[in-house]
């Protein structure tokens, strides 16, 4: 299948964020996690991500200069993400991503489990691994501009030096040191990013 055809076919099925919101409200009342591997920790990781983004919601402000870049879009965009309700990149990301579509009317976001649509994500993989989330932007006419993801260029070079101590640390233990950068960035690496790609595509 064409890449188009993938794209508009898991946009014909995905969610707005108040929507993804509220199956993340039902996982945790249900004590489930979404995609077909059901465990204590991702379930876990679900409750956890949950309350994450409520509170980054409530924390996190869209800075000026971000907020001046994406002003510059001036036609219609979709922002189509690919998540799972137990990836901690993704709790950490999903509200960023969202305050920076607000700031223009002309940003639309959808969401999509990775799981449910792994003919699109094979499309976008990250060296070779199916890594989430993945923000996907289209223009008017679903084409595609440019991508991000899965995290921070500087929360991925802490995952890589995991990747390559002799003998990893479980990634329950890493994933507190992953949690602590993010909580220190304060979102400001994920809105510079992603509205540079905007400047460099949009304008």
Known sequence: ???????????????????????MESLTLTGKASGPKQTEALVNYTKLNKQRMTRLVKTISLDDAARKKVAKVNAPQTWLIITESWCGDAAQSLPLIEKLAAAN?????????????????????????????????????FEVIDTWGP???????????????????????????LQKWYLQDKGQSTFEEISEKLVDCCV
Not at 3 to 22: R, T, V
Not at 151 to 173: C, G, H, I, V
């Open 151 to 177: 995290r921070p260029q500087a929360a991925q070079m802490l995952f890589d030096n995991w990747k390559k101590e002799e003998t990893p640390r479980p990634y329950s233990e890493f994933s507190v040191e």
């Open 105 to 141: 009317e002309l940003i639309n976001t959808r969401y999509v489990l990775r799981d449910e649509n792994l003919e699109l994500m094979d499309q976008f993989l990250f060296r070779g691994g199916r890594s989430i989330p993945k923000l996907i932007m289209l223009d008017d006419s």
């Open 1 to 23: 299948m064409e890449l188009k055809n993938i794209i508009n076919a898991a946009l014909n099925q995905s969610m707005s964020y108040a929507e993804y919101m509220e199956l």
